[in-house]
């Protein structure tokens, strides 16, 4: 009875160490692809949907391999004081190349177009798709106005533009293009 309740503790100890270890040690999936979503909420349970379907096109290894969607960008003043925070991270995350894709209303994809950060769509996208006639912005985004994927995404805006940043790597190219392909047809 004496040494019971001290190895418990030393059971429980041990157990949380072996977990912590086993989280820190254990790999990651590298994300291949990552589209922010900027002033615009999609369902969650829809994205998840959305995420798994782009996985299974763009033949991912599951568990290995992964394609990220972060629809928490709010650039707009909701009176929640976060717009500045939410612009520095999604900055950031530019500036180290963790995003690839920006999904974004007109005003906010204009702003960052004119700051030179996407890159050209014609540079990005081949001619076997169809989108030049859903070019905006001068050429460095593509129009999903009245897409049938934003509707079932639940879409609060009726027209967003995507765009590709101009610091993906080339590895990163092959992933865009398809994702991209994938979203127009969907469109």
Do not use: H
């Not at 460095?140 to 995404?153: A, P, T, V």
Request: no cysteine.
């Amino acid at each position: 009875d004496y040494y019971r309740n001290k190895l418990i503790a030393l059971i429980i100890v041990i157990g949380v160490i072996i977990s912590l270890a086993y989280t820190i040690l254990s790999p990651k999936p590298e994300v291949v692809a990552s589209i922010a979503v900027i002033n615009d909420y999609w369902n969650d349970e829809k994205v998840t949907e959305f995420t798994k379907e782009l996985s299974t096109y763009l033949e991912l290894n599951e568990g290995k391999q992964k394609v990220e969607i972060d629809d928490t960008y709010f650039l707009t003043e909701t009176g929640m004081g976060n717009e500045i925070a939410n612009t520095q991270r999604l900055v950031a995350r530019f500036a180290v190349g963790d995003i690839n894709i920006v999904i974004a209303d007109k005003d906010k994809f204009d702003e960052f177009a004119k700051s030179g950060t996407f890159a050209k769509i014609s540079e990005v996208v081949d001619g076997d798709i169809p989108y030049e006639d859903k070019l905006t912005s001068d050429g460095y985004g593509i129009s999903l106005k009245d897409s049938k994927l934003l509707k079932e995404l639940e879409s609060g805006q009726n027209e967003l533009i995507l765009g590709v940043l101009s610091n993906a790597d080339e590895e990163d190219y092959k992933y865009i293009y398809k994702i991209i392909k994938y979203i127009l047809q969907k469109s």
